[in-house]
């Protein structure tokens, strides 16, 4: 069987991601309805050889969609999701809107893929954020062997995360400092170029910033784990494409750094890159424009009890985002539609 399938967004850095991976993939698509904002009148997206005209999305853009993948921003999911859940389409939502609501699944496929399940709820299942996503790509396994007590990850975060527009912004301004101009800063608050900021989404009451509590909510929830503690410190860096996370765990059995990358080598869409004598270990370089979550520089961190370091990297644009979210498609498909 086939399926009808529409993409809102699909002319932003995530949704152009999914159509291509809906392609590369061979997702059984049997119509593909491009969604996105007035501002993209005339445009059009290109799937297996055809060029497809991009519509404005509107209340009835969902009607005879199966699968419809979200990826416009929190408010268009908060508008959109539930109407296009109404009008039949499985809803995969790439937004932070739903993340959190106890009855809609929020799946990782290497982690929980029988949560896709619960989207008979309310029609909808969210996609993690991007640095959760890798988070616990990589850690699911080694929770599985030795229990996670708790996580302390800092994040390197690339621009694409935010949208295209920040990747415009990046090249210009750097394109525009060794030119001996000025860099404008629109999309972030500070130059980004030649820069860092602890600073991703917006701050909260508690000290930390939303993309620092979203990976400690979702650990918790993506892992069906309450217990784990988690303690985020989330950056920005001037890298376009790819997050880097040095993650410090504490396991509740102790687990050596070999036990650690054995499992690793084993689990599904990991790959161990951990040989620093011949300088190899995680970079997003090596992780943009693939789908595996790269682990390296596996340690023991002696600091404590039973205590593992490692590096985590990621394309966020593409398993971080879109390619998790086609997968979650593709189970739904081979087994719920
Ligand atoms: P558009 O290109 O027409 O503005 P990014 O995350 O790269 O910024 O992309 C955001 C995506 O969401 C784009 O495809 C954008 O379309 C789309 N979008 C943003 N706001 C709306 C809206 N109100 N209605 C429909 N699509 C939207």
Partial sequence: ????????????????????????????????????????????????????????????????????????????????????????????????????????????????????????????????????????????????AARLKRVVVSTYQAVSGTGQKAVTELAAQVRALLSGQEAEAKVYPYRIAFNVFPHIDVFLENGFTKEEMKMVNETKKIMGDDSIRVCATTARVPVFYGHSEAVNIETERKISPDDVRALLAQAPGVKVVDDPANRLYPMPLDAAGQDLTLVGRIRQDTSVENGIVLWIVADNIRKGAATNAVQIAEILAEKYL
């Fill in 1 to 144: 069987r086939k399926f009808n399938v529409a993409v809102a967004g699909a002319t932003g850095a995530v949704g152009t991601q999914m159509v291509q991976c809906l392609e590369e993939r061979n997702f059984p698509v049997e119509l593909l309805r491009p969604l996105a904002s007035e501002r993209s009148l005339g445009k059009s997206v290109s799937f297996h050889g055809q060029e497809i005209p991009v519509e404005v999305l509107n209340e009835n853009s969902f009607v005879g969609i199966d699968i419809a993948l979200f990826s416009a921003g929190g408010s268009v999911s908060l508008k959109y999701g539930p109407i296009a859940a109404a009008s039949g389409a499985v809803v995969v939502d790439n937004s932070s809107a739903f993340r959190m609501e106890p009855d809609i699944p929020l799946v990782v496929p290497e982690v929980n893929p029988d949560d896709i399940a619960l989207y008979k709820n309310r029609g909808i299942i969210a996609n993690p954020n991007c640095s959760t996503i890798q988070m616990v790509v990589a850690l699911k396994p080694i929770h599985d």
